[in-house]
C-alpha cells in the first residue's frame, strides 16, 4: 500500500505521518509512507487545506488530522 | 459569566488571602478570570460549530468563486473568507489554487485578507467579553478592510508581480471526501475538533491573558493614555506599526483587547491595534514571499497598513 501525506510547514502534517506509521505497524500492514511537501504536486492532487492523505493515487482526506478509526479503516481496506 | 468573575475573587482574596487593589491581586484576579471565562467559551463554541460543521472547506469556496464576474465575487470573498477556516501554512496553496480557478487577484487577496481577522470561534469570543456593540464593529470593519484592500489590489493590475511559477501550476480534479454522518459521528468529530482547535489556540490566548493580566495590574491608566490616548494624533498609526511584527489569532487578542477598553483607551485605537496584530504579521509575509515578489507584497502591506489606520481614525471620530 503507497501512502502519501500532503503538506508543507505545520505540525499537523508529521502528525499524520506518525499516526499512519503507528497504526500500519501496529496492525502489521506493509506500506511504504512518504510526505509530498511540493506545492505542485499537493496541488496536483487537487488540495488546498493541507495535511491531506493520498492511498494508491486517491485522495482519501484534506484539511486536518483524520481520526484514528478513519486511519484503520484506510489501512484495513 | 458572572461566575468566573466570583471565582477567581475567591481564589485570589479568599484561598490566597491577597489584599485587593493591588497591582499583584487585580493582575492576578484579571488572569484567573480571563482564563476560566475564555477557555469555557472556546471549547462550548468549538464543540457546537463542530457538531453542526457549518465550517466550509476551501476547496468547496474555490469552486464557489470560480468564473463569477467581479460583482458577485467580491462581497461573496471576503463573507466566505470570515467562515472558512484554514491553518496558515495553507494559505500558500489556497493562494495557487484560487488563480487556477481563474479567481482575480484582488478577490483572492480579500480573502486572504478577511479569513484570519474574523471567524466565528472569534466572534462568539468577542460578543460574550466585549459585548455586541465592539463586536459588529469589529466584523463590518474587517468587512470593508477585506474588502477595500481586494478592490486596491485589482485596480493596480499586480498580476505579473505574482512569482512566475504560480501560473504553470495546474491542480487536478478535486475529490473531497464526505464529511460526518449521523449523530455519534458528529459527536466525534466535535471533540476531535474541540481537541485539535484548542490545541493549536492555547498558547496564543495564554500569552494574551499574560499581557491583558500585566495591562490590568501594573500599567497605570494615565501613563497608558499619555501615549495612546486622544491626545496623541499618531497614536492609531503607531498601534498598527507596533502589530506588524506581532502575531496572535484573533482569539488570543481577546484579553489584551479588553484590558485595553477598561483602562478607557479609544476604541479605533485599539481596533487599530487588534487587526494589525491578526491580519498583518511576519509568519503570513514569509508564507506569502514564496507566491508573491517582494514589489507585491509591500503593496499588500502598504495597502492594509493604510485602511487599518483609516479605519481606527474613523472609529476614534465617532466614539
Partial sequence: MEIKVLGGCCGNCDTVMKMVADKAAALGVEISLEKVTDMAAILGYGVMSTPGVVIDGKVVHAGGIPKPSQVEVWLKG | ?319
Avoid at chain 2, 483602562?263 to 481596533?271: A, F, I, S, Y
Wanted: some cysteine.
Fill in chain 2, 1 to 319: 459569566m458572572e461566575i468566573f468573575t466570583q471565582f477567581a475573587d475567591w481564589l485570589v482574596y479568599g484561598v490566597l488571602g491577597l489584599a485587593p487593589a493591588t497591582p499583584l491581586s487585580g493582575a492576578l484576579q484579571f488572569f484567573v478570570e480571563d482564563v476560566g471565562k475564555i477557555f469555557f467559551l472556546l471549547i462550548l463554541v468549538v464543540f457546537v460549530i463542530g457538531f453542526f460543521r457549518s465550517m466550509l472547506a476551501p476547496e468547496r469556496v474555490r469552486k464557489m468563486l470560480g468564473g463569477r464576474n467581479r460583482w458577485f465575487s467580491f462581497p461573496a470573498a471576503v463573507g466566505l473568507g470570515a467562515v472558512t477556516p484554514f491553518c496558515s501554512c495553507s494559505s500558500v496553496p489556497l493562494f495557487i489554487g484560487f488563480l487556477e480557478a481563474g479567481i482575480p487577484l484582488g478577490v483572492t487577496m480579500a480573502f486572504l485578507i478577511t479569513s484570519p481577522m474574523i471567524n466565528e470561534i472569534a466572534v462568539f469570543l468577542l460578543i460574550s467579553t466585549l459585548g455586541l456593540e465592539f463586536t459588529v464593529v469589529y466584523v463590518v470593519t474587517g468587512l470593508v478592510v477585506g474588502l477595500v484592500g481586494g478592490l486596491v489590489i485589482d485596480r493596480l493590475r499586480l498580476e505579473h508581480w505574482v512569482e512566475d511559477y504560480v501560473w504553470k501550476i495546474r491542480m487536478g480534479e478535486t475529490a473531497l471526501p464526505e464529511g460526518p454522518h449521523g449523530l455519534r459521528d458528529r459527536l466525534n468529530y466535535a471533540l476531535e475538533q474541540v481537541r485539535e482547535i484548542v490545541g493549536r489556540l492555547w498558547l496564543y490566548i495564554l500569552i494574551g491573558i499574560g499581557i491583558g493580566a500585566f495591562l490590568h495590574g501594573y500599567v497605570p491608566a494615565e501613563q497608558l493614555m499619555r501615549y495612546a490616548g486622544p491626545e496623541n494624533p499618531f497614536a492609531v498609526p503607531l498601534s498598527v506599526l507596533i502589530g506588524i511584527p506581532l502575531y496572535s489569532n484573533a482569539t488570543g487578542m481577546i484579553p489584551v483587547v479588553e484590558a485595553l477598553l477598561a483602562k478607557g483607551l479609544p476604541v479605533g485605537t485599539v481596533l487599530a491595534l487588534m487587526m494589525s496584530v491578526v491580519a498583518l504579521s511576519l509568519p503570513e509575509m514569509m508564507m506569502l514571499k514564496k507566491v508573491l515578489k517582494w514589489q507585491l507584497l509591500v503593496v499588500f502591506i502598504s495597502v492594509l497598513a493604510v485602511s487599518i489606520t483609516l479605519v481606527g481614525y474613523l472609529f476614534n471620530a465617532i466614539f
